[in-house]
T-cell receptor
Framework: DTGVSQDPRHKITKRGQNVTFRCDPISEHNRLYWYRQTLGQGPEFLTYFQNEAQLEKSRLLSDRFSAERPKGSFSTLEIQRTEQGDSAMYLC??????????FGEGSRLTVL | QQPVQSPQAVILREGEDAVINCSSSKALYSVHWYRQKHGEAPVFLMILLKGGEQKGHDKISASFNEKKQQSSLYLTASQLSYSGTYFCGTELTQGGSEKLVFGKGMKLTVNP
């Protein structure tokens, strides 16, 4: 158990719809990350929070992507006007004491 | 700036050894190693911070060369449970994984 839960685990949507993923660390952790992983690739960095502040955002994120972490606890990742290229596994991770990442089980998105 | 992993895939018989390499064109602050089983999230194995460092637990160990541009993961006397995809994640600057960049992974299959 990595102490990170994600919801939903699977989401199938039609192109053009909006989707939102939620990440809940069991206890409050300063650092929280979102990564995206497509088949056969390693995780790609999307964004990073230190408490409630979003400190870095990848260029991979278009304006259709937004992430929040109100009150420094849970986080949400929203994708607006989904495209087929958005199909991927969206991974949330908390930062450990020595810099390691503890990933949640991920939310798999399929855009039809 | 994505690290280069080699080989891309290896098939072993139980009890055989494997080495996975991870190379960067720039000196790194740290190297992380993760293992991901099919359909699951990546799981942290270890982190190396110092040039010339070697560390390990059980039969999995890793090294970080003096120039901090290459790391290797050593799997000795492989077990069936070692099967999965191994990713190295690299960090260019100090800061607790604000931007961990992962390689494309090495798929390891261990057969009886």
């Amino acid at each position: 158990d990595t102490g990170v839960s994600q919801d939903p685990r699977h989401k199938i949507t039609k192109r053009g719809q909006n989707v939102t993923f939620r990440c809940d660390p069991i206890s409050e952790h300063n650092r929280l990350y979102w990564y995206r992983q497509t088949l056969g690739q390693g995780p790609e960095f999307l964004t990073y929070f230190q408490n409630e502040a979003q400190l870095e955002k990848s260029r991979l994120l278009s304006d259709r992507f937004s992430a929040e972490r109100p009150k420094g606890s849970f986080s949400t990742l929203e994708i607006q006007r989904t495209e087929q290229g958005d199909s991927a596994m969206y991974l949330c991770a908390r930062g450990g004491n020595t810099g390691e990442l503890f990933f949640g089980e991920g939310s798999r998105l399929t855009v039809l | 700036q994505q690290p280069v992993q080699s080989p891309q895939a290896v098939i072993l018989r139980e009890g055989e050894d494997a080495v996975i390499n991870c190379s960067s064109s720039k000196a790194l602050y740290s190297v992380h190693w993760y293992r991901q089983k099919h359909g699951e999230a990546p799981v942290f194995l270890m982190i190396l911070l110092k040039g010339g460092e070697q560390k390990g637990h059980d039969k999995i160990s890793a090294s970080f060369n003096e120039k901090k541009q290459q790391s290797s993961l050593y799997l000795t006397a492989s077990q069936l449970s070692y099967s999965g995809t191994y990713f190295c994640g690299t960090e260019l600057t100090q800061g607790g994984s604000e931007k961990l960049v992962f390689g494309k992974g090495m798929k390891l299959t261990v057969n009886p």
